[in-house]
T-cell receptor, first 114, second 111 residues
Framework: DTAVSQTPKYLVTQMGNDKSIKCEQN?????MYWYKQDSKKFLKIMFS???????INETVPNRFSPKSPDKAHLNLHINSLELGDSAVYFC?????????????FGSGTRLTVV | KQEVTQIPAALSVPEGENLVLNCSFT??????LQWFRQDPGKGLTSLLL?????REQTSGRLNASLDKSSGRSTLYIAASQPGDSATYLC??????????FGGGTRVLVKP
């Protein structure tokens, strides 16, 4: 199946821990994104990578560090987790900026910090 | 700064009724507009993508219109079914390759 895959689907961890979320797409897209959906269900962009290069960083705390080993993968590493980091994180991909076929989203990772 | 608003925030209709979901955006300089569906605890499924040069797109019982000059899009779902119950999100793609989402419309179709 062609898709955007995220792991894990659920992540429960204590404050102060470091965790990573992985994302892979097999759509052949050259641009990948991380979005955060807060408790009020608003989706906001965090990062965008095009061919492994950072394009967008929406004033996300530097505790969040995306890593793109190749254009099919964009992982999100979070240091020193805080309660406010609890949210659903979505990975997405597009060809170019998304002006052609739009965006394809993963199924999300629900992060709960306790 | 682009802002996207969806009205109503929630909608409850009996099965068989047509659904009309509205989306408005403040900056008409968009590349495209995309409608998504999100089921509880699930990811986003793309429903329709309308390019800025298009006026509408149709897929089965779904029809989405776009009036770029007035900053509006409407998603019509004909003959609603209980399986249509979900949250519907619209998102616009604009300069800087940023996809900006509305807050969503939560739809409940009652059998």
């Amino acid at each position: 199946d062609t898709a955007v895959s995220q792991t894990p689907k659920y992540l429960v961890t204590q404050m102060g821990n470091d965790k990573s979320i992985k994302c892979e797409q097999n759509l052949g897209h050259d641009t990948m994104y991380w979005y955060k959906q807060d408790s009020k269900k608003f989706l906001k962009i965090m990062f965008s990578y095009n061919n492994k290069e950072l394009i967008i960083n929406e004033t996300v705390p530097n505790r969040f560090s995306p890593k793109s080993p190749d254009k099919a993968h964009l992982n999100l590493h979070i240091n020193s987790l805080e309660l406010g980091d609890s949210a659903v994180y979505f990975c997405a991909s597009s060809q170019g900026g998304g002006g052609g076929d739009g965006y394809t989203f993963g199924s999300g990772t629900r992060l709960t910090v306790v | 700064k682009q802002e996207v608003t969806q009205i109503p925030a929630a909608l409850s209709v009996p099965e068989g009724e047509n659904l009309v979901l509205n989306c408005s955006f403040t900056d008409s300089a968009i590349y495209n507009l995309q409608w998504f569906r999100q089921d509880p605890g699930k990811g986003l499924t793309s429903l329709l993508l309308i390019q800025s040069s298009q006026r509408e797109q149709t897929s089965g019982r779904l029809n989405a219109s776009l009036d770029k000059s007035s900053g509006r899009s409407t998603l019509y779902i004909a003959a609603s079914q209980p399986g249509d119950s979900a949250t519907y999100l619209c998102a616009v793609l604009a300069a800087g390759n940023k996809l900006t989402f509305g807050g969503g419309t939560r739809v409940l179709v009652k059998p």
